[in-house]
């Protein structure tokens, strides 16, 4: 037998996996969920005050309202991904994975010790939850549709 013919290929895969996908409970947050929950709230207000504190903001390359529309936006996902839904988990997974690219890239120039250790911390840790996150947003998708079975 020729090496990897045994492993189920494609959609069997797929739909085997998908099998194994056990539905949130109702209120059930795993740890995962929590901590994105918990980053997009605290970096909403960071941003938020941060915009109202600093005086001619526009001087340092910003304004206060990009800075209330970003901390708007992450409050807006941070509310979603606590009532469960799916694409505030993907649009909190699309700001990590580019909080990853931007290390990454931040990596590459890092004139420091320090500064190289923050990159690579940044990368591991925003890796990490973004893998996390993704067997929750299969679990979101598997309670969502089991509801809509239930509907029929």
Same mark, same amino acid.
């Given at each position: 037998?020729?090496?990897?013919?045994?492993?189920?290929?494609?959609?069997?895969?797929?739909?085997?996996?998908?099998?194994?996908?056990?539905?949130?409970?109702?209120?059930?947050?795993?740890? #995962?969920?929590?901590? #994105?929950?918990?980053?997009?709230? %605290?970096?909403?207000?960071?941003?938020?005050?941060?915009?109202?504190?600093?005086?001619?903001?526009?001087?340092?390359?910003?304004?206060?309202?990009?800075?209330?529309?970003?901390?708007?936006?992450?409050?807006?996902?941070?509310?979603?991904?606590?009532?469960?839904?799916?694409?505030?988990?993907?649009?909190?997974?699309?700001?990590?994975?580019?909080?990853?690219?931007?290390?990454?890239? #931040?990596?590459?120039?890092?004139?420091?010790?320090?500064?190289?250790?923050?990159?690579?911390?940044?990368? %591991?840790?925003?890796?990490?939850?973004?893998?996390?996150?993704?067997?929750?947003?299969?679990?979101?998708?598997?309670?969502?549709?089991?509801?809509?079975?239930?509907?029929?």
């Amino acid at each position: 037998m020729a090496y990897g013919t045994d492993r189920p290929r494609g959609q069997a895969r797929d739909e085997t996996l998908r099998a194994q996908l056990t539905p949130l409970k109702a209120g059930e947050r795993p740890p #995962a969920l929590l901590i #994105a929950i918990l980053l997009s709230s %605290v970096l909403a207000i960071a941003v938020i005050v941060g915009a109202l504190s600093v005086h001619e903001l526009s001087r340092h390359g910003g304004s206060l309202l990009g800075g209330i529309f970003l901390g708007a936006v992450l409050g807006t996902i941070s509310i979603g991904m606590y009532r469960r839904l799916y694409w505030a988990v993907l649009a909190f997974q699309a700001l990590i994975a580019f909080q990853v690219l931007v290390g990454a890239l #931040a990596l590459v120039v890092a004139s420091t010790i320090l500064a190289a250790i923050l990159c690579l911390a940044s990368i %591991v840790l925003g890796g990490w939850l973004f893998w996390k996150l993704v067997r929750v947003m299969g679990r979101i998708q598997a309670s969502t549709q089991g509801s809509e079975e239930n509907l029929r």
